[in-house]
């Protein structure tokens, strides 16, 4: 079955690193059409708008979306984006690889981030000249739907922890987290749940204790941004927006302006958001034997900058399809 990928590159690295993710998944022969996209500050520079109604249909229509990162624009860009793909979760990793000088080499988790509401839903107001609210929104619904992911996500007979702040945040917390509850519990699922700033604490501590994390959103964003720190920084994260019939996949990282156009960035953020489009796809072989050369090539290969090398994103590149 063929499959449409829209591919935005955005601004900045997006611009490389996009690119390099392209030319492994087009290595791998698979029957993909990428159809290109046009996001973020040059487009608005250029157009007014930094999301153009074409791109918006274009991630909205494909089966699946690879987007790199916007500069100034990103929040115009990507929570639109999200939107244009109906997404639910945002599905965060985050993994030390071997041979990666990590902070905390042992650390292995996912984060599964509710991606539609919380604080993010965009109720503020300016009511006085002292005075700005936020309206924090948590239904039921989307905390249930959110549960019922990560119970088919987590493997047979592994639990996951729910994070959260019910102890303080009683009815919007506390509604997240017994619906959360409530679903792994008919599913046979085991939870168990941990105020989210102890959270932080533990998870420093000692990562190994935890495996999958589901979360409200604002605490999904922070803990997992945090988790990055452990595992080796933001060029080797990638992450996933899920929704019913669509989706779309890009690396945590920005469009690091320090270092864009020079073209040593690190694509393997993204190479790993690709492996994670696959699988979604349901090419589940194809999305492992690229995580494992990425793997293989963090082990044995050129490196980029960021990791304590000096290739350049082509042959990082080059050496990810060379191992596939
Ligand atoms: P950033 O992630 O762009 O950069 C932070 C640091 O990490 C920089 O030193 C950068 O060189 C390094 N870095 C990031 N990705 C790397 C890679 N693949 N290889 C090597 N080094 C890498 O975050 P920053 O500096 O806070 O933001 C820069 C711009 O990116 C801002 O305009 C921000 O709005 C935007 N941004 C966009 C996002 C998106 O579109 N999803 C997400 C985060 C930031
Ligand atoms: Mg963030």
Do not use: W
Request: net charge negative.
């Amino acid at each position: 079955m063929s499959h449409t990928i829209a591919v935005i590159e955005g601004d900045g690295i997006g611009q490389e690193v996009i690119p390099a993710a392209v030319d492994v998944l087009e290595s791998l022969d698979l029957d993909l059409e990428f159809v290109e996209g046009d996001a973020g500050d040059a487009v608005k520079e250029a157009t007014g708008e930094a999301l153009p109604q074409e791109t918006y249909d274009l991630a909205a229509d494909a089966d699946a979306t690879l987007f790199g990162a916007a500069g100034e624009t990103a929040a115009d860009v990507i929570l639109p984006l999200r939107d244009a793909v109906d997404s639910f979760v945002n599905i965060r990793p985050a993994k030390a690889y071997p041979g990666v000088d990590a902070v905390r080499p042992e650390t292995d988790l996912v984060f599964l981030r509710e991606n539609t509401e919380g604080v993010y839903s965009g109720h503020e107001d300016d009511l006085s000249e002292d005075l700005s609210t936020l309206t924090r929104v948590v239904t039921t619904s989307a905390s249930e739907k959110l549960a019922e992911f990560a119970c088919e996500y987590v493997d047979d007979g592994e639990g996951f922890s729910v994070v959260h702040k019910a102890n303080v945040m009683r009815k919007t917390d506390g509604r997240f987290r017994d619906a959360v509850v409530r679903v792994a519990d008919e599913h046979g699922v085991d939870t168990d749940e941990v105020l989210m700033d102890a959270f932080a604490t533990r998870v420093c501590l000692d990562p190994e204790q935890f495996d999958t994390i589901v979360c409200p959103n604002l605490a999904g964003d922070v803990l997992s941004d945090l988790a990055a720190g452990l595992v080796g920084g933001l060029g080797l994260l990638p992450s996933a927006n899920i929704g019913d019939d669509n989706a779309l996949f890009e690396p945590v990282h920005g469009t690091a302006p320090d270092i864009a156009g020079q073209g040593v960035a690190n694509p393997m953020a993204t190479v790993l958001s690709a492996a994670m489009l696959l699988n979604h796809l349901g090419y589940s072989e194809e999305s492992d034997r690229v995580e494992t050369a990425v793997e293989t090539v963090l082990a044995e290969g050129p490196r980029t900058a960021d990791l304590g090398g000096d290739a350049d994103t082509e042959a990082v590149t080059q050496a990810i399809i060379n191992e596939l």
